[in-house]
């Protein structure tokens, strides 16, 4: 299904949390490549800042990209968020790679009031671990926060 059921009577705007997952079109490991990793974090970063989202954690794995973002303002726009963000980091690699980055659509999950975005954090920055890539997630150049250091995120994983 190329665009997943959203929630209905949910319009995905203001402050909330949202826990992303896009992944890469044919499940290619592109992101072993350091460089496009790191330009398409970059498209990443400037997506949230222009579109007012705070990125709590993200962890770029060879073949998929998780996301944790909360908006900031009453007007941040979840879903013109995620477009931009796709669009943004796709429409460069395309230029340069002559090939589509992304699979159609993309996973999200709302988090609701109760749940503890640094505990999601934490899964997040611990999955090149659970994918035995890494011993450690501070052994991994491409999960962080822009909103905690990974030092304060991994000082309560077990």
């Known amino acids: 299904m190329s665009r997943p059921m959203r929630l209905p009577n949910f319009d995905y705007l203001g402050p909330h949390q949202y826990f992303l997952t896009f992944c890469v079109r044919d499940r290619l490991p592109v992101f072993s490549d350091r460089a496009i990793a790191d330009q398409t974090l970059t498209q990443f ?15 770029l794995m060879p ?13 941040s726009d979840f879903r013109r968020f995620a477009k931009m963000a796709k669009q943004r980091s796709g429409g460069l690699y395309a230029r340069t790679q002559h090939s589509p ?9 709302v988090l609701r009031e109760e749940d503890d975005a640094r ?5 997040i920055v611990n999955n090149p671990v659970r994918a ?27």
């Open 45 to 59: 970063r400037r997506t949230a800042s222009l579109e007012q989202f705070a990125l709590l954690a993200y962890c």
């Open 119 to 123: 505990i999601l954090a934490r899964y």
């Open 132 to 158: 035995r890539l890494v011993e450690s997630p501070a052994d991994y150049p491409l999960v962080g926060s822009d909103v905690w250091s990974l030092k304060n995120l991994l000082e309560s994983i077990v």
């Open 101 to 109: 980055l992304w699979q159609p659509g993309y996973f999200e999950r």
């Open 63 to 75: 073949d998929h990209a998780h996301l944790l973002a909360q908006g900031v303002r009453d007007d």
